[in-house]
């Protein structure tokens, strides 16, 4: 039997843990609400737990009524296969899910739509909505239809031995719609519980024969007397669905570790490993001990599927059996002795519920500095979006519903994504003659030590099932047999196998998540492998250093997304402020990563000083390298990296900067910035002169796309005209005879750039988004101490208010009071709930009850620290090092020259767009600051000293915004 449950509950958002608990104490098969009135700023995982699968279409808002629709959810067990099809839903509130239900010896489709007809309902919403169940009846074996349809005026009158109910009263048009699409589509109504006012505004329309609809004895939310809830019976065989390949595990947490070192110590590695004939068997023989030695000495466990929270104790669980038991009983049999024992039970249950909670939300913010990862792991579940997968999936017509099946299918797709290796020389590439060239190297066991001592010991395990814990460990005792592999694999110029092999999990991106499409590959490589490369990458990232050009930002030390936007909007806003215009294009590779050509890549690196042996090591590192797709448990067949550089690896991003590194050269007319594979070219337009000269530099980089076997998606490159004219010059970009589409706005980086430099889109979306986290952050912190809601205020809100702030920080009072207004709901929240301290009190003196700065003065901080990190090279942008000038004084300056205790010299601008650009704002701050905070000195404080004298001086300020 698949029993529903259904109820309008007239909002959620300030109901989410009292909905959370009742449904943990409940095992319905599916869920259904309406009127949830909930929106994107509240998470899944807080309404409901994991056992189920969210399906939701959020309250709809227009500009020409405060509120359109209520919202509506559906939650479906994972024991039943589900998936969304938003291509049957109209734009208004109703939400479609397919259920495939095991029936005999066969699979049905069973439609399930849950709908909101908003008051007073209109004939034209009402025909839309039954024109599409038109379309959709036919393509599923049943349909069942509920909610709430708000059409009160129809009666509905049951019959002696009848399920359903017939209807009357319907002599109007809104009546006649419904009917007469019943009689058509042979629906019938079974709802007969009525409201307070004896009507049904909720309907069930089904084409099932045998549906029963009572009034539901579990109560979710709080009840409303025009919605009674309603459990919806219907009657099938039992459900199949996808479980967890279920394996054991080695617990390397609860091992002997003093035992494993004497284990691993007691071996003679030395006579072990050089008798060995190459790399491979020295991997080989190094594994066959581990593996005894782990074998005897780690305890295993068997993973167990969660089916409640980790909070749950045993006696809660057998609570919730029993009163399940007495539910089903009062169901079926309808004892009243059953029905007083269901609702003992359940009260029990809440009350026990409610003990195990606060017990564990107690020991989770105790343990708060003692293990941190169990307190972040709780609200990452709470805010994070389920990363289970569906039980059936698609990739475009071929469909899976196996654990197997779809792991096959996921590789199917990623392995489409390399391209075969031209195994042709690429002569095309200019030589460098005078680049020195990398001297062989040998690694000391000291150094590979000092690498095992820097494991994160809470990452997962690779393909050779050995965790960082258990390497870190272990570290004193193995460096030196890994010290002999890697200097061996140096010598032979091969990497080993086995270290090859990758884990790949699939991520869900965005969309639908049954379209394999819109997953994205996670690569997991063995902890060996990863400490080998880590070795490998210091050295090759200091040959490389003055090798890349000056305009990458990506993966270099010293630089960083905001180096990259800062010397990228300088240059905007200075030109803009001059009364110019700048046409810049956004490129996008596709999987630029993962197209690597293996041979383009290994001429490259002999150009830039790579001698043989090191090159022969690089190419075995990259060649055939084995890929296996992991889905609950289930492993895909094997398939081979044919290109590209390995996801998830250290080496891989480095040598994607040696292969893009000579695309500047083809750029000869315009500006560049790169972020890795994010390049933008732009440059100043005054005529179609420069138009040409851009579109050339553009086809310069198609050319050269073409000679390295990458490829531009047109689709998603993109051309910004940053300009204040009334009237800029008409102009347009192609590439391969393909238009690109021009905004107005684009995300660059995470930041978002208008084209008048304003900001302001950037300041609403960030605050939009810190402003959802503070409300997330109010309803799950009920209890906890005013420390531990700052901790989480600074993680999960202010971090979007701070990001990347050196680039945007914005320059008028009205901005910049729209991102403290965030601050000071949080901080007037905390007062509220604190004792001897009023929510009254001014902001600047709750600021400093709870020890916090300002934003616009962390902004100050902010942008002073990087402009000392620039002038001291720990921010390593030559670009915007050029743009700071010093002021040189006067041999006998004025008296009265304010000019003349100031540093740093800013040019004139002509505009306040000028005086914001990111270099020459930050250099004016600190020539404002010079003479008010005693003894800072940018040139000969330290960064620490620098740092503290700021945040001193701005913690007694009272902010002006």
Not at 62 to 77: E, M, T
Not at 504 to 527: A, H
């Amino acid at each position: 039997m698949l029993e529903i449950y259904y109820q309008n509950v007239r909002g959620l958002r300030t109901k989410t843990d009292k909905l959370f608990k009742n449904i943990l104490t409940t095992d319905y098969k599916v869920i259904a609400l309406t009127e949830t009135w909930l929106n994107s700023g509240v998470y899944d995982n807080e309404i409901i737990d994991s056992r189920y699968v969210v399906h939701r279409k959020d309250r709809i808002c227009s500009n020409q009524s405060k509120r359109d629709g209520g919202g509506v959810l559906v939650a479906v067990s994972r024991d039943i296969i589900s998936a969304r099809v938003m291509s049957w839903e109209t734009e208004d509130e109703n939400l479609w899910v397919v259920l495939q239900i095991k029936d005999k010896d066969s699979i049905k489709r069973i439609g399930l739509c849950v709908v909101y007809m908003p008051p007073p309902v209109k004939v034209e919403l009402l025909e839309k909505f039954l024109e599409r169940v038109d379309n959709v009846i036919d393509s599923v074996d049943n349909v069942i239809l509920l909610g709430d349809f708000n059409m009160g005026f129809v009666q509905w009158n049951k019959k002696e031995n009848c399920l359903y109910v017939n209807p009357s009263n319907c002599n109007n048009a809104l009546g006649y719609s419904l009917t007469d699409f019943m009689s058509v589509n042979n629906l019938y109504q079974f709802n007969s519980v009525g409201n307070c006012d004896g009507r049904q505004l909720d309907l069930v329309l089904s084409n099932f024969n045998n549906v029963k609809v009572s009034k539901a004895p579990d109560l979710l939310s709080a009840l409303d007397a025009y919605h009674p809830n309603l459990l919806i019976a219907v009657e099938h065989s039992h459900s199949s669905y996808l479980r967890s390949n279920r394996r054991s595990h080695y617990s390397y947490f609860k091992a002997d570790y003093s035992a494993i070192v004497r284990e691993i110590r007691s071996l003679n590695w030395v006579q072990l490993l050089n008798d060995s004939h190459s790399v491979d068997t020295m991997v080989q023989i190094f594994y066959s001990h581990l593996y005894k030695i782990i074998e005897t000495l780690v305890p295993k466990r068997k993973s167990k599927l969660a089916k409640y929270p980790v909070w749950f104790s045993q006696g809660l669980i057998r609570l919730i059996s029993e009163k399940e038991k007495y539910r089903r009983r009062f169901s079926k049999y309808h004892n009243p002795r059953d029905n007083l024992e269901f609702k003992i039970t359940r009260k029990r249950c809440h009350k026990l519920y409610d003990i195990c909670f606060k017990e564990y939300r107690r020991k989770t913010e105790l343990n708060i500095r003692k293990d941190p990862k169990q307190f972040w792991s709780y609200f990452k579940h709470l805010k994070g979006r389920d990363s289970s997968l569906p039980a059936s999936m698609r990739l475009d017509d071929t469909m899976a519903d196996s654990g197997s099946s779809i792991a096959n299918l996921f590789a199917q797709h990623f392995s489409s994504i390399f391209t075969q290796t031209t195994h042709v020389v690429n002569n095309n590439i200019k030589r460098s003659t005078n680049v020195q060239q990398l001297p062989k190297f040998r690694f000391l066991e000291v150094e590979v030590l000092r690498k095992i001592k820097g494991l994160n010991i809470h990452k997962g395990m690779g393909p050779d099932n050995i965790p960082p814990i258990f390497v870190k460990r272990c570290g004193v005792a193995i460096a030196l047999p890994l010290t002999m592999i890697f200097n061996r694999s140096l010598q032979e110029g091969i990497f080993p196998n086995v270290w090859k092999k990758a884990r790949i999990v699939p991520v869900f991106k965005k969309d639908d998540r049954t379209d394999i499409k819109n997953y994205r590959p996670i690569s997991i490589l063995s902890c060996f492998s990863k400490l080998f490369e880590s070795l490998v990458h210091s050295i090759l990232a200091r040959h490389f250093e003055n090798l890349l050009d000056n305009s990458q930002h990506g993966f270099r030390g010293g630089l960083s997304v905001q180096t990259n936007l800062s010397n990228f909007i300088t240059d905007l806003m200075v030109e803009v402020d001059k009364g110019n215009e700048i046409d810049a294009i956004y490129t996008d590779f596709s999987s630029a990563f993962d197209k690597v050509d293996h041979i383009i890549l290994l001429n490259k690196l002999s150009q830039c000083g790579i001698g043989p042996c090191l090159l022969k090591w690089i190419e075995s590192y990259l060649h055939q390298r084995p890929q296996t797709v992991v889905v609950n448990g289930f492993e895909s067949a094997e398939y081979i990296a044919r290109s590209g550089v390995p996801q998830g690896s250290h080496l891989g991003p480095l040598l994607f900067l040696a292969f893009i590194n000579d695309i500047t050269t083809v750029i000869r007319y315009s500006k560049c910035s790169l972020y890795a594979d994010d390049l933008k070219i732009y440059r100043t337009v005054g005529s179609n002169v420069d138009v040409q000269l851009l579109q050339a530099d553009l086809d310069g980089i198609v050319n050269w796309c073409n000679l390295n076997a990458m490829t531009l998606n047109a689709g998603k490159c993109f051309h910004v005209k940053f300009s204040r004219k009334k009237k800029p010059l008409v102009t347009g970009f192609s590439i391969n005879n393909i238009s690109l589409q021009q905004l107005t706005e684009i995300k660059d980086l995470g930041v978002i750039i208008d084209k008048k430099l304003t900001f302001k889109p950037h300041i609403d979306n960030v605050v939009k988004k810190a402003a959802r986290s503070l409300g997330f952050i109010r309803r799950n912190t009920k209890g906890f101490s005013h420390n531990t809601k700052i901790i989480l205020y600074n993680a999960l809100v202010r971090s979007h208010l701070e990001f990347a702030s050196v680039v945007w920080s914005p320059p008028y009072h009205i901005h910049s009071q729209r991102i403290e207004s965030v601050q000071r709901t949080f901080t007037r929240n905390l007062a509220f709930l604190a004792s001897g301290f009023s929510h009254r009190q001014p902001y600047y003196q709750r600021l400093s009850e709870f020890g916090m700065l300002s934003l616009r003065n962390r902004r100050i901080v902010t942008d002073l620290v990087f402009l000392h990190k620039v002038i001291h090279n720990e921010v390593k942008c030559s670009d915007l090092l050029e743009q700071i000038c010093v002021r040189v004084p006067r041999l006998y300056p004025c008296r009265n020259n304010t000019n003349s205790r100031k540093i740093f010299y800013i040019p004139r601008a002509r505009t306040n767009l000028g005086r914001q650009a990111p270099i020459f704002r930050i250099c004016s701050e600190y020539n404002e600051i010079l003479g008010i905070v005693p003894g800072i000195d940018i040139f000969g404080n330290s960064l620490t000293i620098f740092k503290k004298k700021l945040i001193d001086h701005l913690s007694v300020r009272s902010p002006v915004e």
